[in-house]
Each structure stands twice: as C-alpha cells, then as structure tokens.
C-alpha cells in the first residue's frame, strides 16, 4: 500500500487507529480454545467488528511465535484474511527484527514479500546495512523503533551524544540511508512531548505511536505535538480494545471500544 492510499483512508473512516492483534490464548475467551484454530478465530472476530473503525492492524509476532507452527500458520491465516475481505487495511508486521547483510534479507523477505505484510518493525541499533534491506520494496514500508513507550526507552534512547539524544541521531540519520522515504517511525504516546522535537526532524513521516490506553498514553497530547499536514499518525490501541470483555460478546464490546476512539479521532481531524 502506498503512502497515499493510507492518507485516503483516514481521511474516508476519519481515522489513524491501528489496533493491535497480540493474542495471549490464557486472555482471549476461554470457549474459543475449542476452535481448531483459535487464534485466528479470535482475531476475525475481532477484525469484523472494528475493520470500520480501524485503518491498520499491528500484529505482535512474538505471540505467534510462542505458539509454534500453529501460531506461524494462524498469523498468516490473519494476513489472508486481511487481504482478502478488507483490502484497504495497512497490515503492520510488529517483528523488531534488526539484523545485518543476508540476514536482515531475509527477514525483509519473510514479512513483506512471503508473508505479504505492508510494513515491519525494525530495530536500528546494527544501522545502516541492517536497515536498508528492508527498505528495497516498493509500497512497503520499515518503521523504525526510535522512541519507544517502556520505562527502559531511558536507559538509551534519550542519553546524549555530542548534546544528540541518541533517538534524535537514529532518525536523523537514518534520513540518509537509500530509500529512507519508505521510513516510518515508532514514537511511544507516553513520550508524547518529544513528538514536536521530533516532527523538526521528520516533518512528513509516519510516525506509529503505540501506548494509547492501557499505558496510560494521551491522544489529544499525541495529536498536538504529533500530527502534521497528511495526518502522519498511526495510533495503536491493543489490549484496552481486544481484551474489553471475556464473554461470547467480545468482539462486539472491541467493536464499541474501537468506535469510541475513531470518534476521537474524527474529532482531531476536523480540528487539522
């Protein structure tokens, strides 16, 4: 999906939600353990109710992979079904892979051409020629980790380097590497002050900004510093939309927790 065709459809569902499909089987109602796939039962479920609020969805592979093949299998079987019934959705793949020459090739081939993925997450700590495989496909996208919302993200992220934040250096530097315009950024909504620092530096990038809800991210705060001219925001919301009830009704609460953001959104929208 090009960059584009993402503004288009926040402008048309007037809304930047990305809702986060991290499947844990001891949180997801407990009756879908007897479906033979229960993972992807689970994420159609909830793909149906919030698909019209929703513009992308960022699976965390790390809870596929916990699951073995099944859990391999599943993830796809959730990216099909993307692909297949909802076509105008932005898939993100949450890898945080980072790795050099080969490597990093073929993890950018996994995702983005096996898999089908619109985007991965990348970790920039090996730089350069860790980074620059991913971005060699056209209308795919690497988003790369620069400040992250855990408490950790100070223990280097904001350190200074010849009076440099570390987070400012990767994104300023990583404007430099070819294909940089395939760049996305991953900026925690409780970092949320940093935003305007960093829109000095990339002022018409995506910028992914998970944290909104359950840790405790602000939107209005995230929009304020964040937003630019295009939007440029994917916000995600995982845990405070697809684990709202644990009963047969799930996916419909998911649903009304979702809309309650886009609504949100909606409103930040008409104010840019």
């Keep these: 999906m090009s960059i584009q ?7 048309k ?8 499909l991290d499947v844990d089987l001891e949180k997801i109602p407990s009756y879908l353990l007897s479906e033979e796939d229960p993972i992807f039962a689970f994420n159609k479920a909830i793909i149906d109710a ?7 969805y960022k699976p965390n592979t790390a809870f596929y992979e916990a699951c ?5 299998k599943a993830l796809q079987k959730t990216v099909d079904y993307l692909h297949d019934n909802y076509p105008e959705i932005y898939t993100i793949a949450d890898a945080k892979r980072g790795d050099i020459g080969n490597t990093s090739r073929m993890y950018a081939k996994t995702f983005l051409l096996d898999m089908g993925f619109d985007s991965v997450t990348v970790a920039p700590y ?3 020629d860790s980074v620059e495989p991913f971005l060699e496909f056209q209308n795919r996208h690497t988003i790369l980790l620069a400040l992250t919302s855990n408490e950790g993200a100070f223990d280097f992220q904001t350190k200074k380097i010849n009076d440099l934040e570390l987070y400012k250096e990767v994104i300023k530097t990583s404007r430099t590497w070819k294909n940089s315009e395939n760049l996305m950024y991953v900026v925690g909504a409780t970092k949320a002050e940093y935003l305007q620092e960093i829109r000095k530096i990339v002022p018409d990038s995506f910028l992914l900004v998970p944290g909104v809800g359950a840790q405790g991210g602000k939107l209005e705060e ?12 994917l916000v995600n919301s995982a845990r405070k939309i697809i684990y709202a009830a644990d009963s047969p009704n799930f996916a419909k609460v998911a649903g009304a927790k979702a809309e309650v953001l886009q609504q949100q959104m909606a409103e930040e929208l008409r104010q840019l």
């Design 5 to 11: 065709e993402l503004i288009n459809q926040i402008h």
């Design 13 to 20: 569902k007037k809304s930047f939600l990305c809702i986060g």
């Design 50 to 56: 919030t698909h019209k609020f929703a513009v992308a």
């Design 68 to 72: 073995g093949i099944e859990g391999w």
């Design 126 to 128: 090996m730089g350069k």
């Design 222 to 233: 995230v929009c304020k510093y964040g937003m630019n001219k295009d939007v440029g925001l």
